[in-house]
C-alpha cells in the first residue's frame, strides 16, 4: 500500500516529514500507540518520490537476529520480552552499525532511517554521548533528528480505542503493543517525570498527558536534537492488521556477527550488572 496520500500535502506533520529528508540520520523514538510506524512509513515514501535511497535499521526486526542458539542460551527470551543482555548486545551492533554507515556514506545523499523506541532500553544508546567524538559530533547535530510523535489527548483516546477493538488481550499474534501494555507503559513514564521532578499521583493508572510524554523524552534526549510531532489529527488508515505497517526491510546482524557481539557482552557482564544499566536505560 501507498503511505504518501495518508497524511493530506495541507498538514504541518506533511511538511515536517518533508524537512527531515535535509538530515542525514532520522530517528522515531518513543512510546508504543504514538503512531511511529505511520510516521516511519509515510517517511520513507516521502524520500523515495525524492529519489533518496533510505537504509532502515527498526528495533523490532534487527533484535531477531540476535535470538541465535548460542546467545539465547544465555539470554532466553521470556513470555514476549526481550532480555535484558540481548538489549546490549542490540545496542552494541547498533552503535558499529552507525559508525560504519556515515563513513561509508559521507559523499552520498542516503538517509539512515531508524526505529528506536528507547523505552526500556531499546537502542537507548543513540541518546547517550559518544565517546568517538566524530560519531558525537553527527548524532548532536542538525544531521540527526529524533522524532517523537506527540498525540493530543483526543488522538490518544482514539488510538487506545482503535487498539483496543483490533486486539484482545489474549491475541497470539500482533506487531504492536496491546492496549494493557500501553497503559503499563504509559504509567512507568509517569514514575520516571516523578523521577526527574513532577508530582504525578501514580496510585491509579495516570491519565495520558502530552505535556508530561513532551518532557520526559526531552530529558532523555537532552543530548539531541529533537522534532516533537504534535498530532491532533486522525489519519484513516486502510489496513485491518497493523502488519502492514512493519513491511519495511530492516537491517540485521548475520548470525555470526550476532554471536560475536553476543559474546562480548557476556564476557563483559555479569546478570546483575546487565540489569542494573537496562533499569536505569533514561539516565542518559
Known amino acids: ?28 523514538s518513543g512510546l508504543p500507540g504514538v503512531g511511529k510506524s505511520l510516521y516511519i512509513n509515510s517517511f520513507q515514501a516521502i524520500a523515495e518520490q525524492k529519489g533518496i535511497e533510505i537504509d532502515i535499521i527498526q528495533w523490532d526486526v534487527a533484535r531477531k537476529a540476535f535470538e541465535t542458539e548460542y546467545i539465547s542460551s544465555h539470554y532466553p527470551m521470556g513470555a514476549g520480552t526481550v532480555h535484558n543482555g540481548l538489549k546490549l548486545i542490540a545496542g552494541a551492533w547498533l552503535m558499529d552499525t552507525v559508525r560504519q554507515w556515515i563513513d561509508f556514506h559521507k559523499k552520498s545523499d542516503n538517509i539512515l532511517l531508524i526505529e528506536a523506541p528507547l523505552v526500556g532500553h531499546r537502542f537507548i544508546e543513540l541518546a547517550q554521548k559518544q565517546m568517538d567524538e566524530e560519531l558525537e559530533t553527527i548524532l548532536s547535530s542538525d544531521l540527526c533528528q529524533f522524532i517523537i510523535p506527540i498525540p493530543s489527548k483526543d488522538v490518544r483516546a482514539a488510538i487506545e480505542a482503535e487498539r483496543t477493538r483490533q486486539v484482545s488481550e489474549d491475541a497470539k499474534v500482533w506487531s504492536g503493543a496491546k492496549p494493557s501494555v500501553m497503559l503499563m507503559l504509559w504509567k512507568r513514564t509517569c514514575e520516571i517525570a516523578n523521577s526527574f521532578g513532577k508530582q504525578i499521583d501514580l496510585s491509579d493508572q495516570p491519565p495520558y498527558d502530552p505535556e508530561i510524554y513532551n518532557f520526559v523524552f526531552s530529558r532523555i534526549l537532552k543530548h539531541r536534537r529533537i522534532v516533537p510531532f504534535r ?6 488508515i486502510p489496513i485491518t492488521n497493523e502488519d502492514a505497517l512493519h513491511g519495511l526491510k530492516s537491517m540485521q546482524a548475520e548470525p555470526v556477527v550476532a554471536d560475536r557481539y553476543g559474546k562480548e557482552i557476556i564476557e563483559k557482564f555479569n546478570e546483575y550488572q546487565i540489569n542494573e544499566i537496562v533499569d536505569s536505560w533514561y539516565h542518559t
Open 231 to 236: 498530532i491532533n489529527e486522525i489519519y484513516k
Open 1 to 28: 500500500m501507498s503511505f504518501l496520500n495518508i497524511i493530506p500535502p495541507t498538514s504541518l506533520i506533511r511538511a515536517q516529514l518533508e524537512a527531515l529528508t535535509d538530515a542525514k540520520i532520522v530517528i522515531f
